[in-house]
């Protein structure tokens, strides 16, 4: 008697379609999750999965493709939940990165209004004035591709700037320093 369900299992006439429609629907919401973008290989692993039910309902080995359904089930609801903390961590990263670009853009503008009082030279202080105006502008750009909840594409932004301010201010740092005393002979 505890063989005969095994038996129906084994000679069953149905594709799984229930374990199939599960499988898509944790697909879904990973996609929704950005699993495309942040977890590129579960949410591939899902897919291909879901391809070889695909094939083992068309072969009808409709056990292999139960197996398959519930193997992109797995993948998919990990590729979820892999999207949804590297997603967390890439925006923490930016909005950290687009805030430190901010603080020194300001720091910079600071010292460049020292330096203006101080009448230095100011062709000295253009290239820096323009490195601050470049690196506001990316900040702005990162800061909209944030809002869009583009967190990669806010990062590919922001990348370089805050480096870009630093050397703004070593610039107009140097041009405040006074010369070197000349010796008297």
Partial sequence: MAVAPVLVMLGCGEPPLKEYH????ALDAARAAGAERYA???YQ???DSLKQYEAAVAQRDYRLALNH???????AQSAAKTAASETAAVRSRVEAAVAEASRSVFLGRQLLNKAGEGRGPAGRLAGPRRSLDHVEGIVQKARKAL????????????KSADREARQAIAQIQATLQPPPARRRR
Avoid: K
Avoid at 22 to 25: F, I, K, L, P
Avoid at 69 to 75: D, G, K, S, T, V
Avoid at 147 to 155: C, H, I, N, R, S
């Fill in 22 to 25: 599960q499988a898509q629907g």
């Fill in 40 to 42: 590129p290989a579960d």
């Fill in 147 to 158: 809002q869009a909840g583009d967190y990669l594409e806010a990062g590919i932004i922001i």
């Fill in 45 to 47: 692993a899902a897919v």
């Fill in 69 to 75: 359904a519930l193997e992109a089930y797995n993948r």
